[in-house]
Structure formats: C-alpha cells, structure tokens
C-alpha cells in the first residue's frame, strides 16, 4: 500500500501561483509514475500533468506553460508549481502514484482561484 498526503492548496486570486506537494509513504518501492489529477464541482475527474521515473512529462493543454511538475526521487514526493491561475482552475486536485499495476489516491487539496 502506498500512501499520499497533499498540501498546498488555497485561495487564490487570478493570476497567482500556488505550489502543491505530495508526499508518497508505505510501499514506495516500484512508483513509476506521480502525477496530478483535478475534478472541479460537477465535472469528470481529468489529467493535470504527470512525471514518470524515467523523467518524462505530459500535461493537459489547459495548463501547458503555466503548470510544471516535478519529482524528488529520494523523498518520494512530488510538486505541482502553478502560475499565471486562472478561475477555471478552481477544483479539487488529487495526487495520483503508479505502482506495479496499482493505482493510489490523495485524499485531495482544494485550490480554489477568485475571478
């Protein structure tokens, strides 16, 4: 079992930057890939932007230039840096871990950005 805890999320206004953190604990072994996933209220949960161990990318087109992910290997954890935020970015983010051919959740941190 792995376990994740996030923090970071807040209030916002638009146009600024938060920084979330997810830190992996228990079965950390075998992660191979930790990403990011939002749900804002009344829509489907979707891809934010992921990393995998091999140091590789990907992000939605919604926050391409103004999201970057990152990983410290060693801690386990890994850092989602918004910029630029806009009000349609408001929603609960969750941080996702691969491992072997499981998949763990956050429990979620709200970021919410005022218009």
């Known amino acids: 079992q792995v376990q994740l805890v996030e923090s970071g999320g807040g209030l916002v206004q638009a146009g600024g930057s938060l920084r979330l953190s997810c830190a992996a604990s228990?079965?950390?072994?075998?992660?191979?890939?930790m990403g990011w996933y939002r749900q804002a209220p009344g829509k489907q949960r979707e891809l934010v932007a992921t990393?995998?161990?091999?140091?590789?990318?990907d992000y939605a087109d919604s926050v391409k230039g103004r999201f970057t992910i990152s990983r410290d290997v060693a801690k386990n954890m890994v850092f989602l840096q918004m910029n630029s935020l806009k009000p349609e970015d408001t929603a609960v983010y969750y941080c996702?871990?691969?491992?072997?051919?499981?998949?763990?959740w956050g429990q979620g941190t709200q970021v919410t950005v005022s218009s």
């Open positions: 996702n871990v691969g491992r072997w051919r499981d998949t763990y």
């Open positions: 228990g079965s950390v072994s075998g992660i191979s890939v």
């Open positions: 990393t995998t161990s091999a140091g590789w990318t």
